[in-house]
């Protein structure tokens, strides 16, 4: 399809991304990366490009995660469930607003 066909040569591509999109993608998801690690412990709310949103206070950030500790329960299952708070990790290529709370 798009270059070399790489080790998957005589497989039938299902989907294969655009050009440029994984440069876009790592480059996005660098950005936020340092973003957020230079918020890490401070209350947050976080809107996903699904319009999804959650508050709660970043309490780690990987290459490819951020993780939102939120105090109500998440509707949609996700996370990891403690007595008094869930911990979230969302993806950070997928996030569109992160916006910093009132006392923060």
Do not use: W
């Amino acid at each position: 399809m798009y270059g070399n066909p790489g080790p998957h040569a005589g497989a039938p591509i299902v989907y294969q991304a655009e050009p440029g999109l994984s440069l876009t993608v790592q480059h996005i998801r660098k950005r936020l990366h340092d973003l957020s690690a230079t918020y890490l412990h401070r209350a947050v709310r976080v809107e996903s490009v699904d319009s999804v949103v959650y508050e709660g206070i970043i309490v780690h950030v990987d290459r490819c995660f951020l993780y939102l500790q939120c105090s109500a329960a998440i509707p949609d299952g996700r996370g990891f469930a403690a007595p008094y708070s869930t911990v979230l990790p969302l993806v950070l290529y997928e996030l569109h607003v992160i916006t910093l709370l009132a006392g923060s």
